[in-house]
């Protein structure tokens, strides 16, 4: 694999959009390049250009090249997949759009804000009202009784009273989880 459309060569679609819920880690690697092709950019280019630029998340970057105080630092490999006590500095990751991203805290919180803000940051619109509004909805479910699925790209449920919209990640020696409850602007 050496490039984002070897990472998804042969993936196939088992159930319709929106009939079913199945997570799919290299579905988000397929809107990633469609995302990329759109702009005609390399898709970590296109998220710095588009997204963290201008949400002033300068201590983000995709795989192990960021460095520095309050980012995060993966450890081990990816292939095979085992945490170790050593850095991942050769880590190399073309599926990136899955979970590529290191980031610090202050970083991970400007995107929060962001979010919770309806797209808009300190006065910049980053992503379209609506298309945010999408992403923290519930669009599919695995089964209507519940209170849970997910909008676009963001994991969303419903917790004593209140809807919570975020997501989680992890690779070797790393993970994080951003949790926010928009009507609570938290």
């Given at each position: 694999?050496?490039?984002?459309?070897?990472?998804?060569?042969?993936?196939?679609?088992?159930?319709?959009?929106?009939?079913?819920?199945?997570?799919?880690?290299?579905?988000?690697?397929?809107?990633?390049?469609?995302?990329?092709?759109?702009?005609?950019?390399?898709?970590?280019?296109?998220?710095?250009?588009?997204?963290?630029?201008?949400?002033?998340?300068?201590?983000?970057?995709?795989?192990?090249?960021?460095?520095?105080?309050?980012?995060?630092?993966?450890?081990?490999?990816?292939?095979?997949?085992?945490?170790?006590?050593?850095?991942?500095?050769?880590?190399?990751?073309?599926?990136?759009p899955m979970g590529g991203l290191t980031t610090s805290a202050l970083d991970l919180v400007r995107f929060g804000r962001m979010?919770?803000?309806?797209?808009?940051?300190?006065?910049?619109?980053?992503?379209?009202?609506?298309?945010?509004?999408?992403?923290?909805?519930?669009?599919?479910?695995?089964?209507?009784?519940?209170?849970?699925?997910y909008g676009l790209g963001f994991k969303v449920r419903r917790w004593r009273g209140r809807t919570l919209v975020g997501h989680?990640?992890?690779?070797?020696?790393?993970?994080?989880?951003?949790?926010?409850?928009?009507?609570?602007?938290?």
């Amino acid at each position: 694999v050496r490039t984002l459309s070897d990472a998804i060569a042969g993936l196939r679609l088992v159930h319709a959009p929106g009939e079913r819920v199945v997570y799919s880690n290299p579905g988000f690697n397929v809107v990633g390049l469609v995302a990329a092709r759109a702009v005609d950019r390399p898709f970590e280019v296109a998220a710095r250009q588009h997204v963290l630029g201008p949400l002033g998340m300068h201590d983000s970057a995709f795989g192990a090249r960021s460095r520095g105080p309050g980012v995060a630092t993966p450890y081990g490999s990816l292939l095979p997949p085992k945490v170790s006590a050593k850095p991942a500095d050769g880590m190399r990751l073309v599926a990136a759009p899955m979970g590529g991203l290191t980031t610090s805290a202050l970083d991970l919180v400007r995107f929060g804000r962001m979010v919770l803000g309806g797209g808009v940051l300190d006065g910049t619109t980053v992503v379209a009202p609506e298309l945010l509004r999408r992403a923290t909805h519930v669009e599919a479910r695995n089964h209507p009784d519940l209170e849970q699925g997910y909008g676009l790209g963001f994991k969303v449920r419903r917790w004593r009273g209140r809807t919570l919209v975020g997501h989680d990640g992890n690779m070797p020696g790393v993970s994080a989880q951003l949790m926010l409850s928009p009507d609570d602007g938290v």
